[in-house]
T-cell receptor, first 113, second 115 residues
Framework: AQSVAQPEDQVNVAEGNPLTVKCTYS??????LFWYVQYPNRGLQFLLK??????LVKGSYGFEAEFNKSQTSFHLKKPSALVSDSALYFCAVRGRGANNLFFGTGTRLTVIP | EAGVAQSPRYKIIEKRQSVAFWCNPI?????LYWYQQILGQGPKLLIQ????????DSQLPKDRFSAERLKGVDSTLKIQPAKLEDSAVYLC?????????????FGPGTRLLVL
């Protein structure tokens, strides 16, 4: 069985500070990991994914994520937060042999001006 | 490149009524997904199509939900009859292929409220 945990429902960060949104996963075999962002009344937008290779993945809008196999984590990071980054962030995992993406419950990021 | 299109964007119905949602995937995308997102939760897969065939409908409540993708392009999801617990956002997504590493691209969703 596959699962994703996003331990923080809400993350607040000041504009210009670094941000981290946490994600841990459980899956059989090697995982495929994804981050999506959801703005109000809009669908999910793809940010980045880890398939294989370099553990540090760079994505859209200056976001990056680090895959840590020993800790089964895939935390989303950005060096300097913008107010426009305020949104709902979803981590998702897909195990080899699984048809679907399994999503976490989401973390609401608020960047304070 | 146009994204995934969905309509309507909002729908309000009474319980026991029927409702249908439409999705047009990104051009050339063979795989189409319907997800249900209940408030406060992540999206959950309802059904996956590869061209016009069903790959996975194990989570689809088949007594009331149905979906089709007759020509392997656009798709319709229907609920009949609707229950209060069907209130959710219904997201359509598409990907080029069904391989594990393929990125799924999502439409804006249809927000359904069942009264």
């Amino acid at each position: 069985a596959q699962s994703v945990a996003q331990p923080e429902d809400q993350v607040n960060v000041a504009e210009g500070n670094p941000l981290t949104v946490k994600c841990t996963y459980s899956v059989s075999g090697n995982p495929y990991l994804f981050w999506y962002v959801q703005y109000p009344n809009r669908g999910l937008q793809f940010l980045l994914k880890y398939i294989t290779g370099d553990n540090l993945v760079k994505g859209s809008y200056g976001f990056e994520a680090e895959f840590n196999k020993s800790q089964t984590s895939f935390h989303l990071k950005k060096p300097s937060a913008l107010v426009s980054d305020s949104a709902l962030y979803f981590c998702a995992v897909r195990g080899r042999g699984a048809n679907n993406l399994f999503f976490g419950t989401g973390t609401r990021l608020t960047v304070i001006p | 490149e146009a994204g995934v299109a969905q309509s309507p964007r909002y729908k309000i119905i009474e319980k026991r009524q029927s409702v249908a949602f439409w999705c047009n995937p990104i051009s050339g995308h063979a795989t189409l997904y319907w997800y249900q997102q209940i408030l406060g939760q992540g999206p959950k897969l309802l059904i996956q199509f590869q061209n016009n065939g069903v790959v996975d409908d194990s989570q689809l409540p088949k007594d009331r939900f149905s979906a089709e993708r007759l020509k392997g392009v656009d798709s319709t999801l229907k609920i009949q009859p609707a229950k209060l617990e069907d209130s959710a956002v219904y997201l359509c997504a598409s990907s080029l292929e069904a391989t594990y590493q393929e990125t799924q691209y999502f439409g804006p969703g249809t927000r359904l409220l069942v009264l």
